[in-house]
Every structure is written in structure tokens, then in C-alpha cells.
């Protein structure tokens, strides 16, 4: 079925449910020449609830025999007090608003004592897991019992379409292998469109410090990064830093942060929204169609960016269109990501590509159903402006969201412990120098300044957790971690087939069974101490922050060299910064009951949350503030800001002048 006929779906579902088992006593009934009387809608109520419970037993027999077939054992289910345990769902549900991002989920594995979990929601298996033997086996060594899923796709389709976070098998291939060679070492380390916007980013920081304005640092580096992926994927500079910033107390909230009020705001606003309707589909489970009866919630947002994205590929299409009439065929090396996504697109198959709202005007860009037809140039008679623009989402999705999410929180790691702003700015000083910009070999040579990307990406994962579901064919998941005893039965997890399972980086990175007693602290030295390396080399798996097996992250280098090089500069200019939590409005703050709780949101002063990717919760029309100070004997006031989830807000102040304008 195709995935956004979710609607239609969840009806067949239901009368499943309710339908066939009314049709069936009404038949028997009829048959029978029975009457009821006034007992017969207690009778059908009764006969529906007699037919489900019976048909879930039959089910749980059937897992109950292969799992003994796996010899496996079945995984521990939650109990609620409700029917399908309805009263465990309100209950997330409800803690999500006020819980520390994750807590609710680490709070159920404590409780049962496990690390991977049936939550049982509506009858219907969905497994939950920290467990990072687990995760290795979903991502790697059992990659081929799990894929995306429909359940996945139903949910993303509207949104990602047929780009390659909501495709498996060829079409996912076939992604990949078109974006690869875009992330080879001697493009990933062409530093010049780096430094371009990164400088542009440090003139709005100084500029904006020196008159004593505060601006906002996760918008800013939401604008960094997609400037710079922007020119780089398909060579044209959307400039979204030179567009209207936000003004802190004026500048409406956005679901994860401020929206500017034009088309980049439009655009942020869009994006970020569609992204909280997913995460809310997601927690909802199979039954998330029934809230979305009369409308698609994502459509509106999806036609803004769609209406974003339409241009650049109509524009791209038309570009191709006229090197071919010219007989020019560039090599791979000279092309931009778009332009080679376009000269290789093949249309697609009508099971992969299905007409949906299209902005794009040119009338030969058309959908159309024949297979592999192409020109002599590589690219079909008609190239497919659907899964060029998905894909283009897709790649602005993971480009921008992970790296700004990445530098906002090393910005406030170094806001608390200030000792980790010195070491890594003496480092950057004696590599670089006070102005040099850096080279690919001086950032490799920078071990420090990995350790303190690498701890962050530990703490915070830009992805704090990931879906998969498993194949019609139920396998066997691989005896857990040590985090907790496994008893006496020591048979590995029986995984029913066509079943969602939600696996969390963030939890099994924080476990303290695998990184110590020292796992919730910050702690960069643990990249570099050789006992606790080599305990890491033997067991990979416990640091997956870019994901792991066939389909890890391709952009994991491109990453790296971004925020390194952006930290480098950063640091050249800024040496010390600090939480101004005075500015923080009431909202933004974590709450008080998480002080009692263990790990780190007993000793947190954001708010971490969670919608696809991470970001910081802020509070509606103010602002929490960090500080950057300088060495200069002359300090200013100035703010930089995270961005944040419904209007929720947490300034950050950069509280200095740059270096630069002390040392003048």
C-alpha cells in the first residue's frame, strides 16, 4: 500500500478489529435464526473483545513457537493497569513535556531491570532498546533482518518522500552510491567555503557584540551550516545570514527555536514543525492516523518547503537541459551534488514514485513510469524532479540540523566547565596561531579538539534515537550488554518479524556499564588516556553517534572538518565563556524535580529535547544567556542564543570583545 494512504490503512486495521468479527456473529446469528433482543449490542461488544483477545493469543502462540524454534526468549513486556497498556501511553505521553530528553524510556529500563523492552501500546509489539549489542546487531551484524520499514515511510513520506532516510533496498543503493563520491577527502577538505561562512558568522558575532546586541547562536549556526552544505551540495549560497535575525523578546518562537518573520523563517518554521509531527507519530504508534482523519498535519508545512526546495530544481533541470542541447559533459569532479543527482537520476518506477504536490513549472518535467532510459549522457529523457528534490531534503536535513546542533552544544559545554575553553583555545594557538586560518593536517593534529567533538557527540547525539523494524521474518537479537545480571536464563531475545524497534545512542553513550562511573560527566580526557581508547577500540559499538554498519553516515568526515574548522576560528577570536542563567526566562530552565534524579540532569542547565534530532528547549519571547569573555581589559555585553522547542528558549550572551578588537 502506498505509504500516504495512511488513512485507509488504519480503516483496514480497525474493521479488522471491529468489522470482522460483527460480520461474523451477525452471520452466525442469522444462520442460527437467533434473536438477541436488547442484549444484542453487549453481545457484538462482547464477541469484538472475545475476538481480539483470541486472535492475540493465537498470535503470541505463534511467537511463543518460533521463539523456541530461535530458542530465544520472549522480551520482557511492560505491564500496565489498562487494556493495551493505554495507561503506560498517557503516562509518556505526559511525562515527555516535563521529563529530561530520554528520561522516560531510562526510567521504564530501571524499573524492569532490563535493557530492552516490549512497551506493548495497543496490543501491538513496539520494542524499545539501550542496549548496544543490540543496536550493533540492528545496524550491522544482523543488518539484513531490518529495514526503514512501512511504518516509517508512512509516517516520513509526506516529509522526506523518496529520499534516502525513507528508502531501503535499491532505491536507498542507489542514493548512496550517487552521494558518495561527494564526500571524498579532497572535497570534504577544500576549506574555502568554510571559511567564507564561518567569517560571515564571526562578523555578526563581533558586530553584534561590539554594539551590544544579543543574538541568537543555534539560529545562527542553523544558518551556518545550511549556507555552507547549501553552496557546497548544489553551488549556490542561500545567504541566510544576511537575512533578518532574530531579535530576542521581539522574534516569535518557532517549534525548536525563533522564526524570523520571511522566507528564511517560513522555511525554519516549516521544517522544524513537520519534524515534531513525526516525533509525535512516533510515540503515538500504530493508531497515529486516527488524530490525522480529516487532514495530513505535515501538508501546509511540507508546501513551504517544497516551495523552497521547487526552485533550485526546476532551475537545475532547466541547466541540464541546456549542456546537453550544447554537447557539454562535464566530468564528476567539476559538478556540483545537484547537478550530478540530476544528470544521474533515472525516473523511477511507479511503486517508488508517486505524483504529489510539485511546484516546479517546466512542462517537460512531467512524471512519467519507463525504466531505465537514458540519454548519452547519463541522465533519463525525463529526470525525475521528485527524487532530486526528496533527496536535496534529505541532505539539508542531515547537514544542517547535526552540525548546528553539535557546535551549539560544545558552546555550552564550554560555557560550564571553563577550564575546556582554555586547553582547547591554547591548542588552536599553538597549531594555527591567532589568525591563520587552519589546514586539513593541522586539524587532524589537533587531538584535543576531537576529544572534546567526540565527548559532546557522547553526551549529546545529534540523533538521540533511531527507528528500524524488522523483516516479516522473526530472528533472534544477541545476548545484552552487561548492564544488567541476565539470570538464569540466558537465551538470547526472540524479535518478532514486521515489528518497530526504537534503539537510543544517547542512553547506551551515558551507560555507565560501558564508560564508567564517570560516564554522565563531561570528560574529554577519556579520548585521550590509552587504557580507556583501547577499551573503546575493542568495543566500537559503545559510540555510534553517526550511526554504524552499511548505513552509516557518509558525511561523518564532512562533519568533523566543519565544526573543527568553525571551532578554530571561534576560538581565535573568543577564549572564555559563561552561562548568564539571570536572563533565562521562568519555562526555560530545567525543572526543580530533576534534581532528583541521577546522572546528568541533576547537574544540567539547559534544557536537552528531542524532535528527529537534538536541540535545546527555550521559553517563549526571552532568553537564557552565555557569555564569551575575552582577556581585553574592556568587556561588553552581548548575546548568543541556542535555538529551542515550542517557543521554549535558552539564551546564550557572548559577554567580550573579540580578540581581534582588543589586540587593536
Known amino acids: 500500500m502506498n505509504p500516504n494512504h495512511f488513512r485507509l490503512r488504519l480503516l483496514l486495521d480497525l474493521s479488522k478489529l471491529f468489522a470482522v468479527p460483527v460480520i461474523v456473529l451477525s452471520l452466525f446469528l442469522r444462520l442460527s435464526h437467533q434473536r438477541l433482543g436488547y442484549f444484542i449490542v453487549p453481545a457484538h461488544l462482547a464477541f469484538v473483545i472475545a475476538w481480539a483477545v483470541t486472535k492475540r493469543s493465537f498470535l503470541d502462540f505463534q511467537q511463543y513457537r518460533d521463539s523456541q524454534t530461535l530458542y530465544a526468549k520472549q522480551i520482557p513486556r511492560v505491564g500496565g493497569k489498562w487494556p493495551g497498556n493505554v495507561d503506560v501511553l498517557l503516562k509518556m505521553l505526559k511525562a515527555f513535556k516535563t521529563a529530561y530528553v530520554l528520561d522516560v524510556y531510562l526510567q521504564l529500563f530501571e524499573e524492569y531491570q532490563c535493557t530492552t523492552l516490549n512497551l506493548y501500546i495497543f496490543w501491538a509489539d513496539q520494542i524499545i532498546t539501550m542496549d548496544h549489542e543490540h543496536t550493533k546487531f540492528i545496524l550491522a551484524t544482523g543488518f539484513n533482518h531490518f529495514w526503514r520499514g512501512y511504518a516509517q515511510k508512512e509516517r516520513m513520506e509526506n516529509f522526506l518522500g523518496v529520499g534516502i532516510f525513507n528508502r531501503d533496498d535499491d532505491v536507498w543503493k542507489m542514493h548512496r552510491n550517487m552521494t558518495r563520491p561527494f564526500f571524498a577527502r579532497e572535497r570534504i577538505s577544500d576549506f574555502d567555503i568554510f571559511e567564507r561562512h564561518t567569517q560571515r558568522t564571526l562578523a555578526i558575532l563581533s558586530s553584534h557584540s561590539s554594539s551590544h546586541k544579543p543574538s541568537e547562536a543555534q539560529d545562527l549556526y542553523a544558518r551556518f551550516t545550511i549556507d555552507a552544505a547549501s553552496e557546497f551540495l548544489f553551488g549556490k549560497n542561500l545567504d541566510t545570514l544576511s537575512g533578518d535575525l532574530p531579535i530576542p523578546g521581539v522574534t516569535p518562537m518557532g517549534p525548536k527555536g525563533s522564526q524570523t518573520q520571511d522566507a528564511w523563517g517560513s522555511f525554519t518554521g516549516a521544517f522544524e514543525m513537520a519534524q515534531q509531527i513525526i516525533t509525535g507519530r512516533t510515540r503515538i504508534g500504530w493508531m497515529w492516523p486516527l488524530f490525522e482523519m480529516f487532514g495530513d498535519r505535515s501538508t501546509p508545512y511540507v508546501k513551504v518547503i517544497r516551495a523552497w526546495l521547487d526552485p533550485l530544481?526546476?532551475?537545475?533541470?532547466?541547466?541540464?537541459?541546456?549542456?546537453?542541447?550544447?554537447?557539454?559533459?562535464?566530468?564528476?569532479?567539476?559538478?556540483?551534488?545537484?547537478?550530478?543527482?540530476?544528470?544521474?537520476?533515472?525516473?523511477?518506477?511507479?511503486?517508488?514514485?508517486?505524483?504529489?504536490y510539485c511546484a516546479l513549472?517546466?512542462?517537460f518535467y512531467i512524471l512519467t513510469h519507463q525504466k531505465n532510459s537514458t540519454t548519452d549522457h547519463g541522465a533519463s529523457p525525463n529526470a525525475d524532479p521528485v527524487l532530486i528534490r526528496d533527496q536535496?531534503?534529505?541532505?539539508?536535513?542531515?547537514?544542517?540540523?547535526?552540525?548546528?546542533?553539535?557546535?551549539?552544544?560544545?558552546?555550552?559545554?564550554?560555557?560550564?566547565?571553563?577550564?575546556?575553553?582554555?586547553?582547547?583555545?591554547?591548542?588552536?594557538?599553538?597549531?594555527?596561531?591567532?589568525?591563520?586560518?587552519?589546514?586539513?593536517?593541522?586539524?587532524?593534529g589537533m587531538k584535543y579538539m576531537r576529544a572534546v567533538i567526540n565527548e559532546t557527540l557522547r553526551l549529546f547525539p545529534p540523533v538521540p534515537l533511531n527507528v528500524r523494524e524488522s523483516r516479516a521474518e522473526a530472528c533472534a537479537l544477541p545476548?545484552?550488554?552487561?548492564?544488567?545480571?541476565?539470570?538464569?536464563?540466558?537465551?538470547?531475545?526472540?524479535?518478532?518479524?514486521?515489528?518497530?524497534?526504537?534503539?537510543?545512542?544517547?542512553?547506551?553513550?551515558?551507560?555507565?556499564?560501558?564508560?564508567?562511573?564517570?560516564?554522565?560527566?563531561?570528560?574529554?580526557?577519556?579520548?585521550?588516556?590509552?587504557?580507556?581508547?583501547?577499551r573503546f577500540v575493542a568495543n566500537p559499538s559503545i559510540f555510534g553517534p553517526f550511526s554504524a554498519g552499511p548505513r552509516i553516515c557518509i558525511g561523518q568526515n564532512y562533519a568533523y572538518n566543519e565544526a573543527s574548522y568553525f571551532l578554530v576560528r571561534l576560538m581565535q577570536k573568543f577564549d572564555r565563556f559563561t552561562l548568564a542563567s539571570e536572563l533565562q526566562p521562568k519555562g526555560s530552565l530545567p525543572p526543580p524535580e530533576w534534581k532528583e534524579r541521577k546522572g546528568r540532569q541533576s547537574i544540567e542547565e539547559i534544557w536537552p529535547s528531542a524532535a528527529l534530532t537534538l536541540y535545546v528547549k527555550r521559553a517563549r519571547h526571552d532568553a537564557c544567556a552565555l557569555v564569551a569573555a575575552t582577556k581585553a581589559s574592556k568587556l561588553i555585553d552581548s548575546a548568543l542564543h541556542p535555538y529551542w522547542h515550542h517557543g521554549l528558549r535558552m539564551p546564550m550572551a557572548l559577554q567580550g570583545v573579540p580578540l581581534g578588537h582588543a589586540r587593536g
Open 313 to 356: 530544481v526546476g532551475q537545475a533541470l532547466r541547466d541540464h537541459e541546456a549542456t546537453k542541447r550544447a554537447g557539454v559533459n562535464s566530468p564528476i569532479a567539476d559538478k556540483t551534488f545537484l547537478q550530478h543527482l540530476v544528470d544521474s537520476t533515472t525516473v523511477s518506477p511507479s511503486y517508488l514514485i508517486t505524483p504529489r
Open 361 to 363: 513549472s517546466a512542462p
Open 392 to 444: 536535496l531534503l534529505s541532505m539539508l536535513l542531515a547537514s544542517r540540523d547535526t552540525t548546528a546542533c553539535l557546535l551549539t552544544f560544545i558552546t555550552y559545554i564550554m560555557a560550564t566547565p571553563p577550564h575546556v575553553a582554555e586547553r582547547l583555545r591554547a591548542e588552536v594557538l599553538a597549531h594555527c596561531g591567532p589568525d591563520a586560518p587552519p589546514t586539513y593536517e593541522q586539524i587532524r
Open 479 to 534: 545476548h545484552p550488554d552487561a548492564t544488567y545480571p541476565e539470570g538464569d536464563d540466558s537465551r538470547p531475545l526472540y524479535m518478532p518479524g514486521s515489528t518497530t524497534i526504537i534503539f537510543l545512542p544517547l542512553l547506551f553513550q551515558r551507560n555507565r556499564a560501558l564508560w564508567g562511573s564517570d560516564a554522565d560527566e563531561f570528560n574529554p580526557e577519556r579520548w585521550l588516556d590509552p587504557e580507556r581508547i583501547a
